[in-house]
Nanobody
Framework: QVPLVESGGGLVQAGGSLRLSCAGSGRTVSTYAMGWFRQAPGKEREFVAV????????YYADSVKGRFTISRDNAKNTVYLQMNSLKPEDSAVYFC??????????????????WGQGTQVTVSS
């Protein structure tokens, strides 16, 4: 019902930057809270950032605070993740996810009913 498509991943050197995009279909995601999660091989999916439907609320994992910025353009049904000062430990498949509103358990991937297929981010040292 709410297809999400991530893009913008790639290979970057440590200290570099990437901007990920997550696009929804039509206007179906324009009012949803949208989050970013990542998963490295052999590890559990972990929370990265979330933004409320209006963009007024933003929460980040401690590991990315000060380096990553989540934003959205509701006219385009798109959420972005600007990643600066990338580290090798940021390497993972990055997924976007959507739900109706920001929950107190925003960090829990199990509460998000809609997911994209992921985009690979590789940071070389």
């Amino acid at each position: 019902q709410v297809p999400l498509v991530e893009s913008g991943g790639g290979l970057v050197q440590a200290g570099g930057s990437l901007r990920l995009s997550c696009a929804g279909s039509g206007r179906t995601v324009s009012t949803y809270a949208m989050g970013w999660f990542r998963q490295a091989p052999g590890k559990e999916r972990e929370f990265v950032a979330v933004i409320s439907g209006s963009g007024g609320l933003q929460y980040y994992a401690d590991s990315v605070k000060g380096r990553f910025t989540i934003s959205r353009d509701n006219a385009k049904n798109t959420v972005y993740l600007q990643m600066n000062s990338l580290k090798p430990e940021d390497s993972a498949v990055y997924f976007c996810a959507a739900r109706s509103y920001v929950s107190g358990r925003y960090y829990d991937p199990s509460i998000y009913p809609y997911w994209g297929q992921g985009t690979q981010v590789t940071v070389s040292s």
